[in-house]
């Protein structure tokens, strides 16, 4: 039997993965690498065009927990740029960011993880293309994007919200900061009535533990925000959909968010118990989502009822938002909320929110 059947064979099922990995460890390394080099290309390269962007291949390879398989989906990708001109920029900075180097495997080490990630490789479905990919012409500048001067000020916000450790600070932060978003997308509102100006996708990765609940604190930053969510947790991401200036300030506010409530659930978690502390995790972050989603929300509201005259054009943005996520995924299903299974974790994590800086 051929190298190339062997390869064929166990992705398709027909042979034993071992017995698949004892072949080809006895077999000439002339014959096996062009072949497993081959199949890998044509992988990625189905899924590049499929949709997946850089940093998304390497998150969902990376979730696999093989060090040598991330550093083979992080090589494929760079391989995949060369001989192309136009990239996307955005594309080609996921590219450039993928890690480098590491320890090289002995072959056997080497032969069964690029077997193994060619098998999970091939599980993987095409997704909606939200940056060009390789080969096609970059997309030009974003229309609606978040001015550069307010991203900096909230940036600054998130790294003050992100150093102290005292409540009536975060307090002052927290307000300061989400009246600036708030402000800035009614500004946005007024400025971005042009046919032309529509709301866009993007993806931001969800790691694992505790998915599910890291996913229901975005969704509650996005709804806040003008923005809606769909998490699909077998991938590890979830697609945020909204105008840019409002995706611009989800993503920030959320990456600071999680950023302090791991900070304070490490803090306040009791000190015994696996199964005392994983309660009061999970309770811990859904009261955060939940408590997180009333504080933004009623900031917004407050700015809101300022410009009385926008509600038109907000709930058409709003109508908008929601019919660009109903195209990319017409069929939905409503996850179950997370259980609370810890006071302790519960009242903890309210709290935390209460403490939080939402810049």
């Known amino acids: 039997m051929s190298v190339d059947e062997v390869v064929r064979g166990v992705l398709g099922g027909a042979i034993p993965f071992e017995a698949g990995l004892d072949a080809l460890t006895v077999a000439p390394a002339a014959e096996v690498d062009p072949v497993l080099a081959g199949a890998l290309k044509t992988e990625f390269t189905r899924l590049i065009r499929g949709g997946w962007q850089p940093g998304e291949l390497y998150r969902v390879v990376a979730r696999l927990g093989d060090p040598v398989q991330g550093r083979l989906a992080a090589d494929a990708v760079r391989e995949h740029l060369q001989g192309f001109d136009d990239v996307d920029p955005r594309w080609r900075g996921q590219a450039e960011e993928l890690p480098r180097g590491g320890r090289v495997p002995d072959r056997v080490t080497l032969l069964d993880s690029t077997l193994g990630l060619l098998r999970e490789l091939r599980r993987l479905p095409a997704i909606q293309v939200l940056i060009?990919?390789?080969?096609?012409?970059?997309?030009?500048?974003?229309a609606g994007g978040a001015d550069n001067r307010v991203l900096d000020r909230?940036?600054?916000?998130?790294?003050?919200?992100?150093?102290?450790?005292?409540?009536?600070?975060?307090?002052?932060?927290?307000?300061?900061?989400?009246?600036l978003i708030a402000r800035h997308r009614i500004d946005d509102a007024l400025s971005s009535?042009?046919?032309?100006?529509?709301?866009?996708?993007?993806?931001?990765?969800?790691?694992?533990?505790?998915e599910s609940e890291k996913a229901s604190l975005l969704d509650?930053?996005?709804?806040?925000?003008?923005?809606r969510t769909v998490w699909s947790p077998e991938l590890g991401f979830s697609t945020l959909f909204g105008f840019d200036a409002d995706i611009d300030a989800v993503e920030l506010l959320y990456t600071s968010l999680l950023v302090q409530a791991n900070r304070a659930m490490a803090r306040d978690e009791p000190a015994k118990g696996k199964a005392r502390v994983k309660a009061f995790r999970r309770s811990f972050l859904v009261a955060y989502a939940v408590r997180i989603g009333e504080r933004l929300e009623q900031t917004t509201r407050h700015e809101i009822e300022r410009h009385t005259d926008l509600l038109p054009v907000l709930r058409n943005r709003d109508v908008q938002v929601r019919e660009a996520m109903d195209k990319a995924f017409p069929r939905t299903v409503r996850s179950r909320g997370s259980r609370v299974d810890s006071?302790?974790?519960?009242?903890?994590?309210?709290?935390?929110?209460?403490?939080?800086?939402?810049?």
């Not at 060009?132 to 974003?142: I, N, Q, S």
């Not at 919200?161 to 989400?178: G, L, N, V």
């Not at 866009?200 to 533990?209: L, N, Q, T």
């Open 132 to 142: 060009p990919p390789p080969g096609t012409v970059p997309a030009g500048p974003r």
């Open 154 to 179: 909230v940036r600054a916000l998130l790294a003050k919200a992100e150093s102290t450790d005292f409540p009536a600070e975060a307090e002052a932060f927290s307000a300061k900061a989400q009246e």
């Open 193 to 210: 009535e042009r046919a032309d100006v529509t709301p866009f996708a993007r993806r931001i990765g969800v790691d694992h533990p505790y």
């Open 220 to 227: 509650a930053v996005a709804r806040a925000n003008s923005c």
């Open 343 to 359: 006071l302790e974790g519960w009242e903890s994590g309210r709290a935390a929110a209460d403490e939080a800086k939402l810049a």
